[in-house]
Each structure stands twice: as C-alpha cells, then as structure tokens.
C-alpha cells in the first residue's frame, strides 16, 4: 500500500489509498499516446516492406508503452510542479493518488521493457530508436530543458518526433531521409502547437515557473515565433511530393492544410488578445495543429495504399 | 485515509479492497495478454525461420532395371 507521507519538497499531494488501475493508466499520459500510436503507424503504413500484422501490432504497442513509459517518468520528475497548474493539478501524483516511487518504478519497468521487447520481436535498430526517444524526452527535456530554457518546446519536440523513426525502423530496419522528414514535420509543427496553447495558458505556466516562451519573452515574441515556425513548417510538409517521394494526393493536401495553417498563424500573429478569454486565432490554431498533424499523415498513407 | 489500516473505518477498508482488487484484475489481464503475445511473436517467426530456410533437394531416383 502507498506509504502516507507529505512532501514538502516536491509539492506532492498525501498518497491517500491503495492505487486503482486507472491510476497507473493516467500517468501514461493516454492522450499523448493517441497522437505516439497514430504517427508511428502512419510510418510503418508508408515505410516500404511488409510485416506481419502480430509483429506490427506489437512494434505499435512497444512505441505507445515506451511513450507511456516517458510520460511516467516525466510525470514523477514534475509532481512539483504538475500540483501548482491548473491543468495538472488532478494527476495521480499530485493528487495523492499514487507514491513517487512507484510512479518511477511503473516508468522504468515498462520502459526497458518495451524497448527490449521490440528488439527481440522486430529489431535492434528499432529499440536503439526507442530508447533514444525515451530518454530524450526524460532527461533532456524533461530534466535538463524544460526548467531552464524558453527553447524547451523547440528541442523537446524532437521527442514527440522520434515515434516515426520507430516505426519506419520497425519494418524496414533502417531509417532513410524520408523517414527523417517526417521526423522534421513533427519537430517543426510542435512550436506553433505547443505556443498556441501557452499564449493562453501563459497564467499557469508563470505560476509554476516554467519558462515557456510568453513567459519569458512575452506574447508579440511567442507569436512572432509562431509564425516563423510555421514558414519552416509547410514548405517541408509539401517537400516529399516535390522530391518524388509522394504523389500529389498528399501534395495537394498538404498545401491545402498549410495554406490554412498559414492563415491561421498569421491571424494569431497579428492578434493582440492579452486574456485567454479573448485568445479566439490562438485557441483555433491549437485545435486546427491537431487535425492537421492527423490529416497530413492520412493523407500520406492513403496515398502509399490507397492510390496506384 | 487514515495511515494505520487499524483505524480504517468501514467505507475506507471497503474502498481499499475494491481498489486492491480492481488492481489485482488489470494485473491478470495484463499478464494473460502478454502470454498470448510472446506465444504469437515466437510462432510468426518461427515460420518466417522455417519459410527462409533451404528446402531439401530430393534425390533423383533411379528407374528400376
């Protein structure tokens, strides 16, 4: 059972009853994961090679564990400050639901585990790529970014990027550079994503001293960023069809989102909304990056499969 | 909660069970789909092994004098 004890130093909320499964399902972060599951299926869809469908469900299921692993792991180094925000205040670990080390443990057993486990099932060039991105995520962003630099996001984002390698990995055995470009579409679009959400959770983010973009550098800076990223971003979407790599079905489509996307990143550019509440181009802009991360890799499966 | 299971009143000893034991579920689940698994993964690749490896060469046969 959880051990009762108040810890003043890491914020941490009573661990007040013996752990419920639930409990240890929230700290894999499941929403994280949706996004972790999709991208590295899209890859291993597009990734030429043909695996048999028990070895792909088990290369997808050992990339969403070790994404769940790292969220854990995430998750116990930042009960600290996951008890002083809003929005992560109610995780298994500030809530007192479940002990730190415990937490940790969960990590790390289902990290080593999945990383071993797709090794022996798939490949060594694979797990070397999964535990790259745990590890990533852990300690550099995690541990050494995330406190200290406004860059945080830029370079943590290459951890949510890394699922693709993975997966393109998985089934081929090696990682080419449209692997790395699709590794490149996700590492830009995370910026503009994550910053439109800070703008308008700026409050929290300051409360908790973390030094997120509008924090440190202010909102005109952040949406500046927003934009430049964004110019970096759909350029790169449209290259694989102008490089042959992909036919116009996705360059069309690609085009088409990242005109949108543009539009949008230029209205939030241009906004000068100082409360969340009226931060309407910023809240669209996070919830359109969102489908159009989905629709792009959709469309770039359905254009290996689905066409001639 | 109270620290010492001693002093646990009824709802507490009551809620500390049924959480022991919807742990204990997931847990068997867990392991049971894992077992399923390992045996799926090793069967595929030992036909992939056994598909890959050299098929035997029949000897020509002989007609009878």
């Not at chain 1, 990995?169 to 994503?193: C, E, Q, R």
């Amino acid at each position: 059972m959880n051990q009762i004890a108040t810890d003043a130093t890491t914020g941490s909320a009573q661990a007040t009853l013996f752990a419920d499964w639930r409990d240890y399902f929230a700290l894999l972060k499941p929403r994280v994961m949706t996004l972790v599951i999709f991208t590295a299926a899209c890859a291993m869809a597009v990734a030429p090679g043909k695996l048999h469908p028990m070895l792909a469900f088990t290369g997808i299921l050992c990339i969403a564990v070790a994404a769940g692993a790292a969220g854990a792991l995430n998750q116990w180094y930042e009960a600290d400050i996951d008890a002083l925000m809003k929005r992560t205040a109610q995780r298994p670990l500030p809530a007192g639901k479940l002990a730190a080390g415990e937490a940790l443990a969960f990590g790390v057993i289902l990290g080593t585990g999945s990383v071993a486990m797709i090794g022996l099932a798939l490949n060594w060039v694979a797990a070397f790529w999964l535990a790259v991105s745990i590890l990533f995520y852990v300690v550099v962003y995690t541990v050494w970014l995330k406190r200290r630099t406004p860059q945080n996001i830029v370079i943590g984002g290459a951890a949510g990027a890394f699922p693709v390698i993975c997966g393109w990995a998985a089934v081929t055995g090696d990682t080419p550079l449209f692997a790395w470009m699709l590794f490149g579409i996700i590492f830009l679009w995370t910026p503009p994503h994550f910053w439109a959400l800070a703008l308008f959770m700026e409050a929290d983010y300051a409360k908790a001293g973390v030094p997120m973009l509008p924090v440190t550098h202010g909102l005109p800076e952040t949406r500046r960023q927003i934009l430049l990223y964004s110019c970096l971003l759909v350029p790169l979407t449209i290259a694989p069809t102008l490089l042959g790599m992909a036919d116009w079905a996705y360059g069309g489509t690609a085009i088409t989102l990242g005109a949108m996307f543009m539009w949008m990143a230029i209205k939030v550019s241009r906004s000068t909304a100082t409360a969340p509440s009226q931060m309407v181009a910023e809240k669209q802009l996070f919830k359109f990056s969102l489908l159009y991360l989905a629709c792009l890799f959709g469309a770039l499966v359905a254009d290996r499969l689905l066409l001639p | 909660m109270n620290p010492d299971p001693a002093n646990w009143t009824d709802a507490e000893r009551t809620a500390f069970y049924a959480r022991r034991e919807s742990r204990n579920r997931a847990l068997g689940i867990l392991l049971f789909v894992l077992v399923a698994l390992f045996f799926g993964i090793t069967v595929v690749r030992m036909t992939d092994q056994i598909n890959a490896a050299p098929k035997p060469v029949a000897a020509p046969t002989v007609p009878a004098q």
